[in-house]
């Protein structure tokens, strides 16, 4: 998340404050969508030997 907040990432990302905290405590698992909004919202990869 480099030097963005929880807050300002899952709103560039889409998401809801509490899904977020959810997923980066490890308390439930994100869906391919978080995932994809996540990656976009980031510009990174975050599922591994993903293709190109």
Known sequence: ???RSIR???RLA???HAALVRYL??????????IARLEAAL???LWPGRPR
């Open 43 to 45: 510009g990174l990869d």
């Open 8 to 10: 300002e990432t899952a």
């Open 25 to 34: 405590a490890g308390e439930t698992w994100p869906d391919l969508y978080a």
């Open 14 to 16: 889409g998401l809801s």
């Open 1 to 3: 998340m480099g030097d």
